[in-house]
């Protein structure tokens, strides 16, 4: 499985990242754009590095990633988790620190519904004694 494409699927909240990784220069492409361009808080690049951090592995592999659905914090942890995922299924030694640092792990938080008759998921609406 070394020297090859491995693809993975991420999600978070509403994001879905779809990325493939080879081994490579450390290029990040994002639907066409470079990691920089498309998420240009620095809080998102360091989220997005995450994986390769924890394993040791910066500047070994290229990711080319698309992103759909969400906003921009969404999309960047689901393309974290994507790549975690990838990392995992290149190289099997790899798996114990991502699952270590809960990279492999669906965050499953997600916003709550509305409910009927309240003003909100927990908000009830105004009470007026008289």
């Known amino acids: 499985m070394v020297d090859t494409i491995q693809y993975a699927t991420g999600k978070k909240k509403c ?3 779809r990325a493939w990784i080879e081994p490579g220069q450390g290029t990040i492409q994002i639907n066409s754009r470079t990691l920089e361009d498309y998420f240009p808080r620095l809080t998102h690049q360091i989220q ?33 988790h ?13 798996r114990d620190p991502l699952k270590k640092q809960g990279l492999l792990t669906r965050d499953s938080r997600v916003k709550e519904r509305k409910k009927y008759g309240q003003k909100g998921a927990r908000a009830k609406f105004q009470y007026s004694k008289r």
């Open 15 to 17: 994001g879905i990242a």
């Open 48 to 80: 997005v590095q995450t994986p390769f951090e924890v394993t040791k592995t910066e500047g070994q592999f290229n990711v080319k990633a698309t992103l759909s659905g969400g906003g921009i914090s969404g999309q960047a942890g689901a393309l974290r």
């Open 82 to 94: 994507a790549i975690a995922k990838a990392l995992a299924l290149h190289t099997s030694s790899l």
